[in-house]
């Protein structure tokens, strides 16, 4: 029978957690104290269902170690089968990784008309945030919406999923210049298309067809793991594009997971639509890793 060693580590980040909440002991400002205790209340809930999930996928990768039994799991582990069973049961699922740790800032992007000076939500943006909120929450995420303005350079500071097109706002452009494998252009009309950077195929979105247009857009998703954090950036060709996307996210997660893990990767779909509801979405281009 293989044994597993647990050692108990105090490295230097659990030192800083420790540091931070005796320092917010200690402050004086109640204003001040109450809001850090809010915010870290929301980073360390997030951190420990993430602790949560990497024990549940512990468990699966120790059953296969030690030959497909929980009741040897458990004795190594030293809980119960009960509580491995509950475990099991109870924690995220393992691909709740690939949006990163949390909390999660769901990005939209404002858009500006000459008739008003405030930022305003395209209807299809709109649901596209709905639909990723809702779906993220599923998997214990604490998220925040938040409204891209067009006129800022924002970026975000924490894990992120960021829907917005290169030429909608600074971030968009920012985020796709990153990507070696896939990016947009824009051609007659102007009319965008996703490319690859590689070969050059070009694809302009179904909608844009001079002779058979349809009620059907191209999207570009895209994994970002950088320092520390993980953006997931999505971008229509269209508006309307983006709600495809996102609905093939979240509908293939558990698949991009498993294949990918936390590896940097782009792809491209396409929707079809009725009104705003997906009808059907197909790979455009293949998901490949950035290295």
Known sequence: MMRLECPVVKGPKLMGMEDEFESLRRERDPVARGRRATELLVLYQQRSTELARIRRAAIEEARDRLGGSYTEVARAFGLTKGRITQIRSGAPPAHRAF?????????????????????????????????????????????????????????????????????????????????????????????WHVVDKATGEQHTSPMDDADDPRRADHAYIAHHVRDGRVITHIAGLHALGSVGAAHYLTQHLPDLWAEFGDTSFSMAVTGEFDG????????????????
């Open 276 to 291: 705003m509801e997906p009808k059907a979405i197909s790979v455009l281009f293949p998901p490949r890793p950035w290295s």
């Open 99 to 191: 949006f990163g740790v949390g909390p999660l800032t769901i990005a939209l992007p404002g858009r500006r008309l000459l008739s008003r000076d405030d930022v305003v939500i395209a209807g299809e943006d709109d649901a596209v945030g709905a639909h990723l909120i809702a779906e993220t929450e599923r998997l214990a995420f604490v998220t925040e919406r938040v409204i891209i303005d067009p006129r800022e350079e924002w970026e975000p500071e924490r894990d992120a999923i960021v829907v917005c097109g290169p030429a909608s706002a600074h971030i968009g452009n920012l985020l796709m210049s990153e990507d070696p494998i896939l990016g947009m252009g824009i051609g007659d009309g102007p009319k």
